[in-house]
Structures are given as structure tokens and as C-alpha cells.
């Protein structure tokens, strides 16, 4: 049989404990704030931009950047980032210009990056599609001998898919260096976790693949990252993935196409929107005596001034040629295409 860690029934706390984590000082406390802070500051004028007809479709993850933050600062450089649509910024933390990311979403080629300059695979849309990709990533770097490990991002509704199963029992056969992060904000657009599983907690999943899996307070960016360190260390010592349920609660709607007043207990998103995580890490922050107004000030004047420059370059880049679209597609246009759209 099968030996698995147990599961954490109880959320991993670090913010409310008031703990101290090994290695986590003054430098790293501000750092992660700094990551928190760039993120928010590109959501929040992602949607503005979005408002103003100048980007398409755009999925938000307000009240989502502890979980981004704090894991992907576990990591190392050469450890490999899979993101859903959420965490469609996630490569900013890895030096990626705003100007990408917002091309992506504006659907033009310059939002396409290769993956390997960054280790930060391309943003997947298709609902867990990724898993397998980065299992495959992990076992091919098991297999050469290398440290590194992946992590992929997913959702609780993700947890429902084939592919997410696939990805995650495969991973845990070869025992890959894998971390599965699962954000779960408790809705799949409008549908409720009640409905997605009948599971108690989407961790105890883990346990039937032979996996340990541990639950997480998503809105606790150093419980998020004490978590995802020890599964990058167990990846690092061969013992296999990770599943890391993160528990936060859907405070935005899902996407700018969404209107959630539809489904949603407004009560609870405003509930959650006063704990809501850049918030309650300032706070902490500023407990300790490491944050106050200027500080706060300069690095959101930063924030904003990179974004800024941001939306400055994605102005100023010349619209795509449409033909693009059909470049790799046909060998010999069909005669309607020809005669309708390329010269
Ligand atoms: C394979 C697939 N099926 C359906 C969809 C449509 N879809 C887009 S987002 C979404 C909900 C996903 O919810 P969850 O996994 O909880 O992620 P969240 O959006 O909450 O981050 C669905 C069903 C899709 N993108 N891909
Ligand atoms: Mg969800």
C-alpha cells in the first residue's frame, strides 16, 4: 500500500499565528510585498484598460496574489511555472514586462514569449489542459538528473477534468518533481464547490493518487509560501508531488464577461473583500514596524510607473497583420480565404 503523508485537515496559518519562518527576514518580508504589490497594481489596471475597450475579455485575480506571490517565491529560477488564465501575470515575478501580458490578453503576437526565457510556460485557457505538460516537464527533468521541479495552477473546478486526473496520477507513478497548486476560490464561474465535488476537502484527492496534499489559507502569502517550499524541497529530494489546496473565496467576478450578482452571496464577497490579502499583509506588516506611508507609497508609485511603461509600449506596437492568423494553418489557402482575405 500506497505510503502518504497525512493530509492537514486544518488550513496552514502563518500571518494569524504570528510565526516566524526559518529564513524569512526583513529583505524577503518586503520582497513578497513588493511581488504582491505588482501584481494587484497590474490586475487592477487590467481592468481599467479593459473598461476602455483597449483589451478583450479579461479573467481578474483580485485578492488571488498571496497565492501567486508567496509560492513562486519558493521557487528557484530554473523551476518551471504552469498558469491557467489567472494567473495569466504570473511571469512578472520572473521579469516578464507588463507589455506581454497585456498584449496577451489584447491577443496580439507580441504577448507570445518563449517559454524558456523565463521557465514560465504559456498561459493555458483550457480548463487543466496544462497538468499533463507540466508532469511530462517534471519527469523529463527527473529523468536528466536536473533539480529543478514545475508547478502547475489550477482551480477547484479543474479538479473535475480528465486531464487534471491524468496529470496528477502520472506525476505521482513516476514520482515527478511536481507541485499541483490548486487556488481554490469556491467557484467554477457560477458553479459552487458544493456542486464540483462531493469530496470533504479537495486535498484528501491527494491521498488516492499517493501523494501528500496539504491545505492552505490562500489569503496568508507566508503560509502559502512555507507550504510550497517544503513540497518544493520534497520534489527536490525525489519524493514525488505535492498537491497544495489553497483556500481563498472568489472576491471579483470570474471574469469581465461575468456578473456574478447572478449566483453570488454578496454579503460573503464583501466579507471577504475587508480580509482580502495585500490588505491583511500590510497590516501584519506594518505590526512589525516594516511598512509605513512611504514606504507603502513608493512601492505602489513603482508598481504603477512599470505599469505605466507597460501600457505606454503596448500603444505604441504597430496592430498585427490579420494574415497572421492563417500563416501556419493551411498549405494552399481554400479559394474563399484567398479571394476574401489574403492578398
Ligand atoms: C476544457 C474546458 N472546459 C470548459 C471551459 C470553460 N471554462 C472557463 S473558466 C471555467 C471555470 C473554471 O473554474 P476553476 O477551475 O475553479 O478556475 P477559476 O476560474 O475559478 O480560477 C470553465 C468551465 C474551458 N475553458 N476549458
Ligand atoms: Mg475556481
Same mark, same amino acid.
Given at each position: 500500500m500506497a505510503q502518504v503523508a497525512q493530509g492537514d485537515p486544518e488550513l496552514r496559518r502563518v500571518i494569524d499565528e504570528d510565526r516566524e519562518l526559518d529564513g524569512v527576514?526583513?529583505?524577503?518580508?518586503?520582497?513578497?510585498?513588493?511581488? $504582491?504589490?505588482?501584481?494587484?497594481? !497590474?490586475?487592477?489596471?487590467?481592468?481599467?484598460?479593459?473598461?476602455?475597450?483597449?483589451?478583450?475579455?479579461? #479573467? =481578474?485575480?483580485?485578492? %488571488?496574489?498571496? $497565492?501567486?506571490?508567496?509560492?513562486?517565491? +519558493?521557487l528557484a529560477d530554473e523551476d518551471w511555472i504552469f498558469p491557467s488564465y489567472r494567473e495569466s501575470a504570473i511571469g512578472l515575478l520572473r521579469g516578464m514586462p507588463p507589455s506581454t501580458v497585456l498584449h496577451w490578453w489584447r491577443g496580439h503576437p507580441a504577448g507570445w514569449w518563449s517559454p524558456?526565457? !523565463?521557465?514560465?510556460?504559456? =498561459? @493555458?485557457?483550457?480548463?487543466?489542459? %496544462?497538468?499533463?505538460? #507540466? +508532469?511530462?516537464?517534471?519527469?523529463?527533468?527527473?529523468?536528466?538528473?536536473?533539480?529543478a521541479c514545475a508547478?502547475?495552477?489550477f482551480g477547484d473546478g479543474a479538479t473535475s477534468e480528465g486531464a487534471f486526473h491524468e496529470g496528477a496520477n502520472f506525476a505521482a507513478v513516476m514520482q &515527478?518533481?511536481? =507541485?499541483?497548486? @490548486?487556488?481554490?476560490?469556491?467557484? +467554477? =464561474?457560477?458553479?459552487?464547490?458544493?456542486?464540483?465535488? %462531493?469530496?470533504?476537502?479537495?486535498?484528501?484527492?491527494?491521498?488516492?493518487?499517493? $501523494?501528500?496534499g496539504v491545505r492552505v489559507d490562500g489569503g496568508d502569502v507566508l503560509a502559502v509560501f512555507e507550504v510550497t517550499r517544503e513540497a518544493v524541497d520534497r520534489a527536490r529530494a525525489g519524493e514525488g508531488p505535492t498537491f497544495i489546496e489553497s483556500v481563498t473565496y472568489r472576491a471579483a467576478p %470570474? #471574469?469581465? #464577461?461575468?456578473?456574478?450578482? &447572478?449566483y453570488v452571496d454578496l454579503a460573503r464577497v464583501e466579507a471577504e473583500k475587508k480580509n482580502e490579502c495585500l490588505g491583511r499583509y500590510e497590516r501584519y506588516l506594518r505590526k512589525l514596524g516594516l511598512l509605513g506611508d512611504d514606504l507603502e507609497a513608493e512601492v505602489k508609485a513603482e508598481a504603477a510607473a512599470a505599469m505605466r511603461a507597460g501600457i505606454a509600449a503596448v500603444e505604441a506596437e504597430p496592430e498585427p497583420d490579420p494574415e497572421l492568423v492563417f500563416e501556419h494553418a493551411y498549405v494552399f489557402p481554400p479559394p474563399n480565404l484567398r479571394e476574401g482575405w489574403l492578398t
Open positions: 527576514g526583513e529583505q524577503e518580508l518586503l520582497d513578497l510585498y513588493r511581488s $504582491m504589490v505588482l501584481l494587484r497594481t !497590474y490586475d487592477e489596471r487590467s481592468l481599467v484598460y479593459h473598461r476602455q475597450g483597449r483589451i478583450g475579455t479579461y #479573467a =481578474i485575480f483580485w485578492n %488571488h496574489e498571496a $497565492m501567486q506571490a508567496g509560492s513562486v517565491y +519558493a524558456a526565457d !523565463y521557465n514560465v510556460a504559456s =498561459i @493555458c485557457v483550457p480548463i487543466g489542459t %496544462h497538468v499533463p505538460h #507540466a +508532469a511530462g516537464l517534471a519527469w523529463g527533468k527527473k529523468l536528466k538528473g536536473e533539480p508547478i502547475a495552477y &515527478a518533481p511536481l =507541485i499541483l497548486f @490548486c487556488n481554490n476560490n469556491q467557484w +467554477a =464561474i457560477s458553479t459552487p464547490l458544493s456542486v464540483q465535488t %462531493h469530496a470533504e476537502t479537495l486535498a484528501d484527492k491527494a491521498v488516492g493518487y499517493g $501523494m501528500p %470570474h #471574469a469581465t #464577461a461575468d456578473d456574478p450578482r &447572478a
